[in-house]
DNA sequence: AACGGTATGATTTTCGAAAATATGGTCTCT
DNA sequence: AGAGACCATATTTTCGAAAATCATACCGTT
């Protein structure tokens, strides 16, 4: 299998268009490139230090990610939004998430339960010592990422877990996107303490009831409070 | 080579780098590259005819896809098979698989009524003129796969049908590598007029379950006439 | 023989120049 | 004015050389 080619997420510094990837990506997830801006060379060239064939390389993997557009001969931008794929990324999710969490409360061993409950500790933790708007504390994102990776790590497929890291990574961005609008944010903490319950106490289906409703309430959230950039593109 | 030079310069898509990837995508799926080989730069450019860089785009693209194994400084790889990842492909594929028919079942229009039952009848007649082994015919591969991309092309999610299409290459790969062991092709044209006669009668349980019969019983023949070859690597 | 270091050749990765293509403006003709 | 042709500029795309990195064989020491 090709995992650590499809998410070259963590290994830095290996290769120099890997990095670059990885740092495009994460600006185009935190929308400080904004969705459907042009990515012309010549900038890209400056900001990231890197040769026209490198950026192109790293554009290239990110097109196929889904997260920037690649216009053939017209150079390439950050994937637009829109209230359409918002839909579709959270369909695809509930489709996939819910799925996940089954495979992984069916499988999941001593070692799962604990990566559960510590990530879930140190996203509370986080979230004690900083109780200002969370999304813009890159250290909850990071948490918060961890936390919904551990619930489905014992699924025991490499290959949806590379499906589910994608779509997670376009929600985020759409997250981010209504970040700034939305007035405070809901009691998120609450949810995951009930899906972390649900899920060690082996309650598969209140668990995807849970997870289904955690991901549809958080994209309703951004259809309503940033839905006037999703009409403007 | 003289092939390449003779070829127009925009088979598929206007740009070098797209067309390579096509090129190598086809080869890769057609086992033609065999699985796990190396794909070493010096090969590649003679074979293809195209500078590092651009080769270098298209196996970036191609590793995201999962059909190319990236391995960092140590250049790139046929994506290896194994028995695990055709049963995580089979599995996911069944679960997307069966979402998307009942998706377009559901809102499937006359264009989709039309377009089912025509390429299933191109399919009929290719397997009619051509009785021998079919998965060697390239224009029964084509037909075939635009008969399946059919059923599900009314679903509403280009989100999930670029999913969807993924895994559908990632399992014909193994078809090939399985189809010149195996002593005869079963009748597959049953089946997909079968599956046709159910989904354009909206009978969404019965086309379901034919749809994930259909999948995995491809699969386990896979596993029967080639597990030799995935216990190998 | 086993081990570790190192030189050497093979291969990948990166770079900026050069070619190819798109974009935008100007001119001409109807 | 509007449509089309044409040129100049901006931008992308492609290329092969050069740098960086890896694999291997060799050598000396223990």
Known sequence: MSESAIRPRKEFGKTIAADITHRLREEIIACSLAPGEPLRFDVLRERFGASFT??????????????????????????????????????ARVLIEVELIRRSIERGDDDWEIAVISTLHRLKRIEQRHPEHPLRDPE?????????????????????????AELFDRAERYRHLSANFRPRPRDKAGEHQAIMQAAISRNADLAVQLIEAHIRSTSDNVATYAGHLLDAE
Chains 1, 2 share one sequence.
Request: with cysteine; net charge neutral; charged share 20%.
């Open 54 to 91: 490198t950026l192109r390389e790293a554009l290239t993997a990110l097109a196929a990610e889904g997260l920037v557009d690649a216009q053939e001969q017209r150079g390439f931008r950050v994937a637009p939004v829109s209230r359409q794929d918002l839909v579709e990324v959270t369909d």
């Open 140 to 164: 909850w994102k990071i948490a918060h990422r961890q936390f919904h990776q551990a619930l489905v790590s014992a699924c025991g497929s490499a290959t949806l877990l590379a499906i589910r």
